[in-house]
Structure formats: C-alpha cells, structure tokens
C-alpha cells in the first residue's frame, strides 16, 4: 500500500505466489530496467508482455522531461514493448501538476527547458511562456539540448521578482553515447545561484513523481521498479511504496550489500523475470540469514555464505545478514568486494 514511508527494512521480503501477484501495477523506471541504450534488456519485452497478460498495469516513470509520453511510447514500441502515451509518466507531468495545484488556471509558466515541458503543462490548463516580462507564475527548468543562458537569465529574473520555482528532476548528470554529461541538477545552480531560492523538485527520489504514476494508474498496491538506489528505491520509500531491485542497470551487489536504510529495496531480482516467480521469504535469527537453500553469516568480518540456488536468493540473505551487521556497526564497505566472490553467477534471462 502507497502512503507514509515504510519502516526501515531489515531483510528482503518475499512473496505469497508470483511477485506480481501481491501488486496492481507496476512503475517501471526505463534506463537500466526496461532498455540499455537504444536496446531492450534481455528478456524485458516477454517479461512485461507476461505482467500486462496477467492483469498488471504497467506504468513508464521516467526523470527524463525533455521528451513527450508519446515520443518515450514510440521508442518502447519500437524495442518489441507495446506502450501508448498514457503508459508514460514523466518527471515534467509530474512538475505541471504541482505547479496547477499552487497557480490560478491558465497562468504563465515560464520554461526553461524543452518540448516535454510545454506538453505537460498545456496539458494542466497552464500557458508556456519564454520571457519573464509575461509575469510568470512560476518557472519550470528541465534539461533540453539547446537550453540557452539568454533563457536561463529570463527564469532568474521571474523567480528573483517571486515567481514559484520547480525543476523537473535534479539530476546532477544524465548518461549519453559518448558518457555523463550535465544533467538538470547541475543546470538548476545556475538560476539558484543567481536568486538565493531552491526548486521544489518533482522527480525521483522526491515524492511527486510516484505520486503522479499512483494517481495515473489508480493503484492501491503499486510496486517500483529499478535499477538505482538513489534514486528509484529511495523515491520509493519516500513514497511508501514497495519496491524491486533489478541488476540489469546501474546498481551492483555491492550496493545492495552497503545500501543505508533508506536506499533498501523491498525486493531483488537478476532482472524482470523475477516478477514472474516467487519470492522466498527471508528469515533472519541473531546474525544468521536464511533464503531458500542458502545461509548467510556476517562474522570475522567477513561474509559466510552456504548453500545452493539461485543468485537472487543468495543475495537476499546476504543482504539480511550485511544489512543486520551495519546495524549493530559490524559491517564496513572496505570488507564488502572480498565477500562478493561467495555469490553465484546470474543466470541470463531468455532473450
């Protein structure tokens, strides 16, 4: 259930049947977790396709604000991932509805960024302007390819003279062909800078985002999907939503082993095949994890792993057993890469 921020989590939790069986829908982050680049991450179309045959709304939750839903539909429908606009919630509808929730209908919005913004916001029954002479209500700043200073000094100007000031997301970079490049977080110091004021922010790990996918899809038991910590499972938590971990992206064991309570999933999986299947229950007593066919000890500093299985039940009870030691100050990242070598290899998913 979405609401308050859930308590702390010391272990994984498993599941009554399938993981998706316990939800009604699923918000998917994209990069990492549904596609690598311009392709799809192995196995993801059938994966999905399954979840949607079965009943799960499937909802596309997206940081990125320069693009419309329909163009972030387009690309899906193109890596085998049937989607239609209404599928993708994105960082900049996010933005238009808290600004619509605080301005007068129709107000002036001044944009500094791109399309995905303007669409958003028309959207809401608000008016995209460029200049600060048209009294804007508000500034809305997300990241766009041709984002200029001459505009940048427009949206100082209308929030120094009071307008309300959101960004879209404060990612400090965003991945590209070439490697990270500034992303919004890094652009929003400069009108921050220049007027003193911080942005609410409305993309993950903040709590507009989720929200706006929960109000979307009417979801009473909404399970967040990603590859991130930082951004995917604490927007999560923020959120009081569930969450599942999958490997596919950014976020490696390691991570998972290390994470601090608030970047702790509620699930772990090799990739989106672990909706499919069951998730056993991990139980923990004194210091000793268990999942499925393995045990995990956190001692000597040094993790004891035994057993057989599969990597993700390997990994959760490894993680119960870490997350039990940093509690109790037993456990320190320098004795984390030693311990990885226990864990099994992933079984790569049916493409």
């Given amino acids: 259930m979405a609401g308050e921020r859930p308590g702390v989590a010391e272990r994984p939790r498993g599941s009554r049947g399938a993981l998706l069986d316990d939800y009604d829908a699923l918000l998917l982050d994209l990069d990492g977790v549904v596609y690598l680049g311009r392709a799809a991450v192995p196995g993801a179309a059938d994966s999905l396709g399954k979840a949607r045959e079965h009943g799960v709304r499937l909802a596309y939750v997206t940081n990125n604000a320069s693009r419309t839903p329909g163009a972030i539909a387009e690309h899906l429908t193109s890596l085998g991932i049937p989607a239609t606009g209404d599928d993708v919630v994105t960082s900049a509808q996010a933005a238009a509805r808290l600004i619509a929730e605080r301005v007068p209908a129709g107000s002036p919005v001044l944009v500094v960024g791109g399309t995905g913004l303007r669409w958003a916001l028309r959207a809401h029954g608000l008016r995209p302007v460029s200049a600060a002479a048209e009294r804007p209500a508000a ?83 909404p399970l967040v999907v990603g590859d991130r910590l930082d951004t995917d499972i604490e927007g999560a938590n923020n959120a009081g939503a569930d969450s599942l971990l999958v490997l596919t992206g950014v976020a490696r064991p390691a991570d998972l082993l290390t994470a601090p309570p608030e970047h702790r999933p509620t699930h772990i999986a090799d990739d989106l095949s672990g909706l499919l299947v069951p998730h056993e229950p991990v139980t923990l007593d004194g210091d000793c994890a268990a999942c499925a066919g393995w045990t995990a000890r956190w001692t000597g500093g040094h993790l004891e792993l035994h057993g057989s299985g599969t990597r993700s039940d390997a990994l959760r009870a490894a993680c119960a057993a870490a997350w039990s030691a940093a509690a109790e100050g037993r456990l320190t990242p320098d004795q984390v890469a030693p311990a990885l070598s226990a864990l099994p290899p992933a079984t790569p998913p049916s493409p």
């Fill in 139 to 221: 500034v809305v700043q997300g990241i766009a390819p041709d984002l200029s200073y001459a505009l940048m000094s427009e949206g100082a100007i209308a929030v120094r003279e009071g307008a309300l000031f959101v960004a879209a997301n404060a990612d400090s970079t965003m991945p590209t062909g070439r490697g990270e490049v500034p992303g919004n977080g890094a652009m929003i110091q400069v009108i921050r800078t220049a007027t003193g004021v911080d942005p609410i922010v409305a993309g993950k790990p903040m709590r507009p985002l989720h929200r706006e996918a929960i109000i979307r899809t009417g979801s009473s038991r």
